[in-house]
């Protein structure tokens, strides 16, 4: 899951310049920076565009950017590993949806049941901005949810990769006005600017090439499932790079996660699919 840990690690440098930006401003440019790299890149400009695949790219990058916005804005307030594991709600949902036989419906509910004790048994309710980061963390969720559906249409296209590089631009562009007041910090500070540059890189360009490459080849509800993995990642990465100590309801939760990965990942009735080594 290296798509995971350059997300999360990404992700805790983003939480050591809140002190400086706006958590919405270190998402935006976490999205503008993806953006540039990814049309430097792939230049999809010389790729002939139906208005409908715009659209869709469009689409896609603003759900890509909402989410984000979202989700920096409850790492704001709450533990790392807190607002992912509650975040995942989302990928959950997808895989109840599109899943099918009792094994994937068991291991659904072994990990939903992991997510609540990680979020029911791990939060302090009584701590300032609990509650505002459970609303966003839990919005991301729902975006999270959108943009697995949204992703495996757009890379069943001719090029992923182009529609991701559209989709940032669309979703840089359209929530600049979020970002607008704070955004030129950076560029008067070389060193923030080399930050968020880092962000950008490992949270966006690096995992979501990679997602977009494995949406190819998974069905939105096995993705949805394997990407339970990422709770445990976000925690680990808390741990080491922010010094954020799991609770036993954390630890509890990771352990019934890792068990509803182990059931998802028993072959099914009929040959298995062929997968592409990652």
Excluded: C, K
């Amino acid at each position: 899951m290296f798509s995971g840990l350059s997300q999360y690690v990404g992700a805790a440098i983003a939480v050591g310049l809140f002190t400086l930006m706006p958590a919405t401003t270190v998402a935006w440019w976490r999205i503008a920076v993806s953006a540039v790299l990814l049309l430097a890149w792939r230049r999809p400009w010389r790729q002939a565009w139906s208005w409908r695949h715009l659209g869709s790219s469009a689409l896609f990058g603003l759900v890509l950017a909402g989410m984000n916005l979202l989700f920096y804005v409850a790492i704001d307030h709450l533990p790392l590993g807190t607002a992912v594991s509650l975040e995942y709600l989302g990928p959950v949902a997808v895989a109840a949806i599109g899943g099918r036989g009792w094994r994937i419906r068991l291991a659904i509910g072994i990990a939903l049941l992991g997510v609540l004790s990680i979020s029911g048994l791990g939060l302090d309710w009584s701590a300032p901005g609990t509650a505002v980061g459970v609303v966003f963390a839990l919005a991301a969720g729902a975006a999270w949810a959108v943009y697995i559906v949204l992703g495996r249409r757009i890379a069943s296209g001719r090029s992923g990769l182009d529609s991701l590089a559209v989709g940032m631009t669309a979703g840089a562009l359209v929530y600049l006005p979020v970002a607008a007041p704070t955004a030129g910090e950076p560029l008067s500070d070389p060193a923030l600017l080399l930050a968020v540059v880092g962000v950008g890189v490992l949270s966006s360009l690096v995992p979501y090439a990679i997602e977009q490459v494995a949406l190819t080849r998974l069905s939105a509800a096995t993705f949805a499932l394997l990407t339970s993995l990422l709770p445990a990642t976000s925690l680990l990465v808390g741990l080491v790079v922010l010094g954020q100590v799991p609770t036993t309801g954390e630890v509890l939760g990771l352990v019934l996660v890792s068990v509803a990965v182990a059931l998802a990942a028993q072959p099914s009735a009929g040959p298995p699919r062929r997968r592409s080594a990652r």
